[in-house]
């Protein structure tokens, strides 16, 4: 079983940066493909990002693409989201979530574990 809790949100103008960092516990993260969602107020969940157990392999939603960075150190146990560019429409939650068959998934109901999020929140 897997606990995740992320960290590194916060409130940023429009074309800032921020770093999301996913911390997991366990010692099985190194084999559970990862990814990231968001939700804004009043919408479903949807995806962001997701790489693979290895870290060899990366899947970015169009929306994001060019802007945001998925990536994982299994040293440390830890997922990351490099996220340039913001603009307000980036504003949500951001949510990371792990499972052991959800490679490459878009879809929330493939990741077996969640974190409890963190808000993004892009001024304009």
């Known amino acids: 079983q897997v606990q995740l809790v992320e960290s590194g949100g916060g409130l940023v103008q429009a074309g800032g940066s921020l770093r999301l960092s996913c911390a997991a516990s366990g010692r099985t993260f190194s084999t559970y493909n990862m990814g990231w969602f968001r939700q804004a107020p009043g919408k479903e969940r949807e995806f962001v990002a997701a790489?693979?157990?290895?870290?060899?392999?990366?899947w970015d939603a169009d929306s994001v693409k060019g802007r945001f960075t998925i990536s994982r150190d299994n040293g440390k146990n830890t997922l990351y989201l490099q996220m340039n560019s913001l603009k307000p429409e980036d504003t949500a939650v951001y949510y990371c979530?792990?499972?052991?068959?959800?490679?490459?998934?878009?879809?929330?109901?493939?990741?077996?574990?969640w974190g409890q999020g963190t808000q993004v929140t892009v001024s304009s």
């Open positions: 979530a792990g499972g052991s068959r959800a490679i490459g998934s878009t879809s929330p109901t493939s990741y077996e574990y």
């Open positions: 790489v693979s157990w290895s870290g060899g392999t990366t």
